[in-house]
Structure formats: structure tokens, C-alpha cells
């Protein structure tokens, strides 16, 4: 059964960058499309940016486009989110999440945590 893992959350003031990682553990994180969501503070989990299993499709919420891209590794069992430009607004928890058919995510990760803020 896969098992994800985000990391490289954290800190950072507004403007600055931070890269997230969600890693892939006891099965291949091929052929899954992968999520990432924002669960802000008192709000609920929305998903913002996604990307297929061969890399060609990726989509992108219009809060973070242009901002963000995401990326995946499958040789290293990855996807990475590269965060640009980052607002307060962004602060709270990342998760990632696989799914093998589109919108049913049956895995989730644990989230990680991101604050932005001067």
C-alpha cells in the first residue's frame, strides 16, 4: 500500500521561496496523479495544483499560478512543489495525496506545516 511523506516545510517571510517534497513509500508512486492541497488555519482542505503520471498535465489554481510549479521525480519516487512569491495567505498545512483514477485521492500524506510571515 503507498505510503506518502511530506517534507520541507517551515518559516518564511513573505516574498520567499520553500520547496516541498512528497515522497513515496512501499509501493511505486507510478502510475498515480498527484495533489497537493492547502488547508488553511480554520478552513477546509482544497486542492490547488496536480500533475499526471507521465508529467505532461499538470494543473494549477489560479492563487498560484505563475507562483508555484510542480514537479515529479519518479526515479526517486517523488513530487516536488517549488513555492514562489510566497503571501501570508499561503500559510498552513500541505498535503499531497495520490489518486489512480481522477479526483478519488485514496492516499494522503501527513501534511507539513508552512507560515509565512514577517
Known amino acids: 500500500q503507498l505510503q506518502l511523506v511530506e517534507s520541507g516545510g517551515g518559516l518564511v517571510q513573505p516574498g520567499g521561496s520553500l520547496r516541498l517534497s512528497c515522497t513515496a513509500s512501499r509501493s511505486t508512486i507510478y502510475p498515480y496523479i498527484i495533489g497537493w492541497f492547502h488547508q488553511a488555519p480554520g478552513k477546509e482542505r482544497e486542492e490547488f495544483s496536480r500533475?499526471?503520471?507521465?508529467?505532461?498535465?499538470?494543473y494549477y489554481a489560479d492563487s498560484v499560478q505563475g507562483r508555484f510549479t510542480i514537479s515529479r521525480d519518479d526515479a526517486n519516487e517523488s513530487v516536488y512543489l517549488l513555492m514562489n512569491s510566497l503571501k501570508p495567505e499561503d500559510t498552513g498545512v500541505y498535503y499531497c495525496?495520490?489518486?489512480?483514477?481522477?479526483?478519488?485521492?485514496?492516499?494522503w500524506g501527513q501534511g507539513t506545516q508552512v507560515s509565512v510571515s514577517s
Open positions: 495525496a495520490a489518486a489512480a483514477v481522477p479526483d478519488k485521492y485514496t492516499y
Open positions: 500533475i499526471s503520471p507521465s508529467g505532461d498535465s499538470i
